[in-house]
């Protein structure tokens, strides 16, 4: 079946410093999605991309879906202790509609 | 807007008893799902319902768990009989139909078998 693979699986940074996280999928997704997960919260969504090629912009974080719809980075420009967090990419399989398969996830820690 | 509400938030039982996970989704949402997350991994889809059918559950252990959304709205996840290794987070989310996959999460039911 389908798998989502993410690196690293843990992050230590310092504030200020920039991180990012990469998710590669075994299969061609129609869309990429990412959530973050506060310590003890539930997975949030952050943000959607469909298009090959396609980046997106929420404020520090910018998000990159590949050329191939395979793999995808979320970059963190300046972490901040507020950027804590689990941060999880999800596919849905080729035009599957409906089921999202999780990659494990990043843990990111930021160091004030 | 109202999110996705789940209860209880934590559960303790001893192996071997029944227990019970509710998920009210967001007005108008009809996909529901179930995940199971384990601690340090991603959401794993355990049954996922369009109205009130389940039409993806091949995840769903049915040997023990049964779920159920009668009228489309709120539903539940049952473990019967629980075992050890059921300890985990239970998650409930929904979606709205449409071109977007995107899911919205409730807060989750921590689970602890002993």
């Known amino acids: 079946g389908q798998q989502v693979m993410q690196i690293p699986q843990y992050q230590h940074v310092q504030e200020g410093e920039d991180f990012t996280t990469y998710c590669n999928s075994s299969?061609?997704?129609?869309?990429i999605q990412w959530y973050k997960q506060r310590p003890g919260g539930h997975p949030v969504f952050l943000i959607q991309?469909?298009?090959?090629?396609e980046v997106k912009k929420q404020k520090r974080l910018t998000f990159q879906f590949g050329e191939a719809k395979k793999n995808s980075s979320l970059h963190i420009t300046a972490t901040q202790t507020t950027d804590v967090g689990t941060y999880f990419c999800?596919?849905?399989?080729?035009?599957?509609?409906?089921?999202?398969?999780f990659g494990q996830g990043t843990i990111l820690t930021v160091h004030p | 807007e109202a999110g996705v509400v789940q209860s209880p938030r934590y559960k303790i039982i001893e192996k071997k008893q029944p227990v019970a996970f509710w998920c009210n989704p967001i007005?108008?949402?009809?996909?529901l799902y179930w995940y199971l997350q384990n601690l340090g991994q991603g959401p794993e889809l355990l049954i996922r319902?369009?109205?009130?059918?389940?039409?993806?559950d091949s995840q769903l252990p049915k040997d023990r768990f049964s779920a159920e959304r009668l009228k489309g709205v709120d539903s539940t996840l049952k473990i019967q009989p629980a075992e050890l290794g059921d300890s985990a987070v239970y998650l409930c989310?929904?979606?709205?139909?449409?071109?977007?996959?995107?899911?919205?999460f409730g807060p989750g039911t921590r689970l602890t078998v002993l």
């Open positions: 989310a929904s979606s709205s139909d449409g071109q977007t996959d995107t899911q919205y």
């Open positions: 299969t061609t997704l129609s869309n």
């Open positions: 991309l469909v298009k090959s090629g």
């Open positions: 999800a596919g849905p399989g080729g035009t599957s509609y409906g089921k999202l398969t």
């Open positions: 007005s108008g949402h009809n996909t």
């Open positions: 319902y369009e109205n009130e059918e389940a039409v993806d």
